[in-house]
């Protein structure tokens, strides 16, 4: 057994990253160093793994501007970048909408300019969309009306946090069904599941669609989480990833220590930073897999 690790600086989760293959790897196999409490600890993250924090939209009445704000954080988190509306942290990236409004008899034309700055405050980028609506959807709220607003904007936002570069496909032959995760609360567990599966999905591997589907390889994650000592858990991740006969071809190890308590219901923007980390090595095992004509 053999690993690789890899180091890289972003928010405060899970690392080292460790690919055990059962297979040659240029590193001999030493053993796993188990990380110390730290409040920011190193993890592998792209441009929008820092994540959009929607500040409420300034201008409109508070159902407007609450059903606006949840739109767009919908709206980002479809375009697989990791959004919310209260939770930050020092690498996020700030969205703000400005709401402008004129009468026009039973209608209202609406004007939403929309300002994404990063974390150290310089605008990154710009939108504007304009639309009639119904003044009392307006006054309302209505979320049919706040989706079709922040629909163009958000998708235009979410590719610029992320990048304009295409991604390589990377694994095209082999199809990856995805095991619900284990070990962390129902919330925790649907996250994982949804965010490395999003994560492989960009990276160009294909997903099983139905229970139909034969896939060939099955990825399950598993989760350990330690007991609470002097204000922090360690947690531990493990992706196995196995043939569809149930053959084990290798796993992603993923482990650190948070503070206590933290992971116990939602993982938020951590499941995303999770996936992330690990997809690059997942992939690494499937593209190896492949070329052992497994």
Sequence with gaps: MFHRTFFHAAPYLLAPLMLLACQPLPHPFEEETVSKPAKNAPILTPPDAAGIVVGPVAGAPAPAAAALTAAMVDALQKDDVPADAAEANEHSYRLAGTATTQAAGPQIRVSIAWRLSAA????????????????????????????????????????????????????????????????????????????????????????????????????????????????????????????????????VSQENAVPAGSLDGKWGDTAYDVATAAVGGIVQLLQEAQAAGS
């Design 120 to 251: 150290d405050g310089h605008v990154v980028a710009t939108e504007t969309e304009a639309g009639e609506v119904a003044s009392a959807a307006w006054r309302q709220g209505d979320e049919k009306m706040a989706k079709a607003l922040v629909a163009r904007p958000g998708a235009a936002l979410a590719r610029r946090v992320e990048g304009d570069a295409p991604l390589a496909k990377a694994v095209t032959a082999a199809t990856v069904g995805i095991v619900p995760v284990t070990g962390t609360s129902r919330d925790g567990s649907h996250e994982l599941s949804m965010a490395i599966a999003a994560a492989l999905n960009r990276a160009g591997v294909a997903l099983q669609q139905s229970p139909a589907d034969k896939p060939t390889y099955l990825l399950a994650g598993k989760v350990d989480i330690g007991a609470a000592q002097s204000g922090h858990q360690n947690i531990r991740i493990v992706w196995a990833l196995s043939r569809a006969d149930g053959k084990e071809i290798g796993r």
